[in-house]
């Protein structure tokens, strides 16, 4: 079965760096758009960036533009998501996502989820 791992999170201060992995197995990865979305305590998924299947093209929400970088190691079937500049506001549970189809912005138009890993940063 499709099974998607996320890992990388963990606790930073703010101005700090991670970089959260998502393992995708049980499906032709080079054949999915991904994306990672996060919720936050109270507050709905929201989606952070997607990439397409090839990588040739990647969207990004406002809050994280020039600060989050979405890629993807089709060799390793694993996609990424680099945050720098890390804000206490980007605390909030990380989850990858995998559709088919091209890049999109809304929970519901994806297919498979991760469980999720949580980032947290502190002031």
């Known amino acids: 079965q499709v099974q998607l791992v996320e890992s990388g999170g963990g606790l930073v201060q703010a101005g700090d760096s991670l970089r959260l992995s998502c393992a995708a197995s049980?499906?032709?990865?080079?054949?999915?758009?991904m994306g990672w979305f996060r919720q936050a305590p109270g507050k709905e998924r929201e989606f952070v960036a997607a990439?397409?299947?090839?990588?040739?093209?990647?969207a990004s929400a406002d809050s994280v533009k020039g600060r989050f970088t979405i890629f993807r190691d089709g060799a390793k079937n694993t996609l990424y998501l680099q945050m720098d500049s890390l804000t206490p506001e980007d605390t909030a549970v990380y989850y990858c996502?995998?559709?088919?189809?091209?890049?999109?912005?809304?929970?519901?138009?994806?297919?498979?989820w991760g469980q999720g890993t949580q980032v947290t940063v502190s002031s």
């Open positions: 049980g499906l032709s990865f080079s054949s999915y758009t």
């Open positions: 990439i397409n299947w090839s990588g040739s093209s990647t």
């Open positions: 996502a995998a559709r088919q189809g091209g890049v999109a912005f809304t929970t519901t138009l994806y297919d498979y």
